[in-house]
Each structure stands twice: as C-alpha cells, then as structure tokens.
C-alpha cells in the first residue's frame, strides 16, 4: 500500500486524512503466475495497481494466435475504461506472467475517493498522461524498424523485463517468430 501512495505523491500532494480515506477503500490482490487480472468479454470492475510482478496484455488474432499488446510492470495504475461509471468489458486479457501483488479498489470506491478527495482527478489524469507517453514512446518503433532493431529497442526501453519475460511472449510483441528472436539474441551478444 505504501508504494501506491508514494507513487501517486509524486503527482500531487494529498494530506493525512486523505491518505487514510484512501488506505480504508484499498484491498490487496495477489496473482500466481498465469492467473488473470482481467478476461475478454468479462466486466471489469476493480482499479489495480500493481507493485511487485509483471502483467502482460494480450489478444487473440482472426487465425486463433495470442498477440502480446504490451507488458505491464511495478508502479503502473491499471484503470478501466474512460470514465469511472462506465461498465468496461474489455476485448482483450491481462494475465500475470510472474507472481504479482497488487492494491486495488472497487469501482465504487475509487468513484468515492474521486468525489471526496479534492485534486484526486487531476493526480490520476497527470499519471495516465505519462503512461500514455511512455505507451507511444515504446510502441513507435515497432512498425518501421526491422526486427533486429525493435529487439535492441526492446531491451533499452525494458531493461528490467528481458530477464523476466518468456521469449515467445517478447517474439510476439515485437512482431516475429520466437526462433527469429534466437537468431537474432545469439548474433547480438
């Protein structure tokens, strides 16, 4: 719980008895490895934050293939559609590639934090502006650079997930084959 208030001060500052509203409406959630934050089709109805672990966003093509969306790791708010009221059901899966530990808050309570807490919107708003940068930053160069490239890219942009991360699930995000990816390990090294 700490980690998430420390993480969201860095965006506003809040005081005690906000604080402490917020501690009483968190929970904690701990994902095993390959179990699902959210499904396909299925409503969504908590707000996470994930502290320890690692997340990964997938989906399934028109040929039946998983395809990795992106990677989520420690210190990322995972909010649920654009608006708090709005029943999100989403179209693709998040499931834990590592163990994982989360804080996290229903609906209605997050809904109740946002109406009480003064300023809450605008912290929330300024976190989900840099995720949205970091989310281009990262994705940009995986539809112009060949795969040699966007893996060098991959492990600059994710240091700490290379090790973390099994190579099918890297392959499919960057666009290739995992045994182009061996190839392409074993040549850079």
């Not at 502290?51 to 293939?65: A, C, F, P, Q, S």
């Not at 609906?107 to 708003?125: H, L, M, N, R």
């Amino acid at each position: 719980m700490e980690k998430f208030i420390d993480y969201v001060l860095q965006f506003g500052n809040l005081n005690k008895q906000q604080v402490d509203l917020i501690k009483s409406k968190a929970g904690e959630l701990e994902l095993r490895k390959d179990d699902y934050y959210w499904e396909a089709g299925k409503t969504v109805k908590q707000i996470g934050f994930l502290t320890d672990g690692v997340l990964r966003v997938y989906y399934y093509n028109n040929k039946g293939e998983e395809i990795t969306r992106y990677f989520i790791d420690e210190n990322h708010l995972i909010l649920s559609g654009s608006t708090i009221d709005e029943v999100y059901i989403p179209s693709e899966y998040v499931s834990a590639i590592t163990d994982c530990k989360m804080v996290v808050f229903s609906k209605q309570d997050w809904k109740e934090i946002t109406e009480t807490v003064i300023g809450w919107d605008a912290i929330i708003q300024k976190i989900t502006a840099k995720y949205h940068r970091e989310k281009i930053e990262r994705r940009g160069g995986l539809v112009s650079h060949d795969a040699t490239t966007r893996y060098r890219d991959f492990i600059e942009k994710f240091p700490t997930l290379v090790n973390r991360v099994p190579l099918s699930f890297i392959a499919s995000y960057l666009g290739i084959t995992q045994s182009s990816l061996s190839r392409i390990r074993k040549n850079i090294r």
